[in-house]
């Protein structure tokens, strides 16, 4: 009778994870948390910020909380790594933002504008010259794009329906239109679903490595490349600033990128083209970069890019790539060529080449440069000046070159590694509303977080040109977390910075650099006075081995000295390539907490103390750093409790442990290899690494070259010893890369065939973050649930001072 009830569900199409699902208790719909973490979640959120280019400018963008599940739940095509609304043409998520205010940096006069009720608001985007700006607006059945006059508050609606498969609309530099991709006029209704299948659907390859990572969301059918065709195409088109109307521009297609010259004549596209691939996601798709004039007609083809399968693990294309434009002349482009058949493994004297190719662009290109390193970056400051980028893989170093305009006369800027934190320089700030380093005299300027051992100290430094020599002159205080946002003059001697400390949310100030003194732009308030008011500190401790490890601990409101209280510990895994790197202090003591979503901070109103982000370094040279995964993922546990017993503040008996994505893959294997914790609480993860068989995470050995490590790290192989209870939770349309919704509902499988405590929970519609209210309310309360059962209202348990199982 059992194999008949089996049969029966699989004709009726019922999937696995509801087989799954009705194995456990009756659902009874969303569940609710306490009512002060409602408070919280339902708090409204601090408005979004965009700085004007003209620098006395901000725009703010007041914002919804959470989507209601309807509107998670509207139609969603989830194709070729992209998740469409059909009736929008444009992402399944609308934006939030619900109104626009514009407010003067000096004296602080504002404009409340009159934006459409309802209105579903997505990002701002200035004209060069600060006098205007774009907003999209995302109503039920199309995406309208809206230009702003800033002095007067003036909205144009453009006539025609934007389309959000496009890139992003760009400003001409002179400011007077905008680039955009719009849903093609006219066209007919999406392509039907046929009601039999014409045939089978067949890959094949014919002997050609193609090593892919995997991807979710991809195209299954010739009808899902049919759509995804429908949906990708679109019509260029130019947007008057003034007026709003649209000129298109050039030939439909499935246009992935779009990028006017300085000198707005001529337009760099990316045309997407067949064939589609069934492993890839469009960004991988086969395409031709071409330059178009501005009557949209083909003057050049830069590359025809082939799929992009044919990369080497840690690879790049052989042919042209990370083309643009010199920003500094009127029509001249630049791009990047291999020299090593774009394999790091092949050694060669250089590994790329740069290249330039002025308008009318015809003959061959120009070589400008090589690197001996793979190239990462060239940016130009405002009087020609280059600052050259190249990297290296295998020892994780980077470093920059200053050049002439001409490309000549290299001289080394900085020589690091990239994962020295407290090494690192700083960014070049860039002129507003130009895409060149700002450039005052021989000097620029640039920003840092100023990684130290007591936290994070934002920077401003002057950088000298000709002497390479740096100078300080802003650094964070102590007792606050201050960053400069940009310079109101070329001089220095003011600054737009955003200012935070551990009880105040981030607001914007004016700041004398030279004198010190701050005047307030904004005054943002504190959303969840619940959660500001627990005590927190910045920790330091040793790894057994003698690496420094670091993290936040979280006491509860009304916490008292020496009172031990259950704990739950969050935190994520990072790579590294030596030691030195991986005992650096990362966060800030006096950074503002901020609570969004299912965040396990909520935990604090219900007498948890909580260890946020303490690291867990897992350390080798090269690639070799997962080779000891396990062990050090233990030891970096078994440290972190053991500073928090020692601190007096957690019962070692009742610490629980948690994580998103990979931080729900760390959860799995630390309940599996130690007895440190009560019980776990893993979201979202991946579980069994042979299913991401050509790399995951930092991770780029392929399972066959290392099976033992693919093995070893994998949680699913050793679920039999996985003893302590486990909550899982899922979204149903997970989206990720690697975390397919199949790794929690095979992992619930192992475990329960072994008889674990385990309870597994999918939610509706949801990604691999979760958005809907009803979502949230429903992941706290189940992981609410499960600590207060498991870790607070824990029966005693054997503790022993060894961590390994």
Known sequence: MRTRIVAIALTLGIGTTAGLLAQSAASSGYLTPPKEIVDILDAEPIPTVTVGPNRDTLVLVSRRGMPGIEEVSQPMLRIAGLRINPRTN??????????????????????????PAGARIGAITFSPDGKRFLFTNTRDTRIDLNIVDVATGQIRTVDAAL???????????DSSAALCGFVPAGRGPAPEEPKAPSGPNIQENSGKQGPVRTYQDLLTSAHAE?????????QMGLVDAATGRHTPIGKLGMISLAHASPDGQFFLIERTKRPFSRLLTANGFPSDVEV?????????????????????????MTGPRSYTWHPLEPATLVWVEALDKGDIKNKVPHRDRVVTLKAPFTGEPTEVAKTEYRYSGASWTDNGTILLSEADRATRTTRTWVMTSSWSDPRKLWDRKQQDSYGNPGTPMIRPGKSTILQSGESIYLVGQGASPEGDRPFLDRLNLKTLVAERLFRSTGDSLESVVLLLDDQGAKALTRAETRMQPANYFVRDVRGGTTQAVTSFKDPHPQITAAERMLVTYKRKDGVQLSGTIYLPPGYKKGERVPM???AYPREFVDSDAASQVTGSPNRFTTVTGASH?????QGYAIFDGPTMPIVGPGETANDSYVDQLVASAQAAVDK??????ADRARIGVGGHSYGAFMTANLLAHSDIFAAGVARSGAYNRTLTPFGFQAETRTFWEVPEVYARMSPFWYANKIKEPILMIHGEADDNSGTFPIQSERLYM????????????????????????????HTVTETVNWLNKYVKNAPARPVTDSASK
């Open 601 to 605: 901070l909520l935990l604090l109103t």
């Open 163 to 173: 389309s959000g498969i496009a890139s992003e609309c760009e400003w001409l530099d």
């Open 90 to 115: 444009g992402p399944h998520r609308a934006p939030a933002g619900t109104g626009i205010t514009v407010r003067t940096i000096s004296g602080g006069a504002e404009r409340k504008l009159a934006v």
């Open 292 to 316: 178009w004039n501005r009557k949209g007609d083909k003057v050049r083809t830069v590359a025809d890019v082939p799929m992009s399968d044919v990369v080497p693990i840690n690879g790049v």
């Open 568 to 570: 739950f510990v969050w």
């Open 226 to 234: 049919a759509l995804f065709e429908y949906y990708a195409t679109h």
């Open 750 to 777: 192992a475990l329960k065939g072994h008889g674990a405590t385990v309870r597994y929970v999918t939610l509706p519609n949801e990604a691999h973050g979760y958005a809907a209210r009803e979502s949230v309310f």
């Open 644 to 649: 928090a017993v020692e601190m007096g503040i």
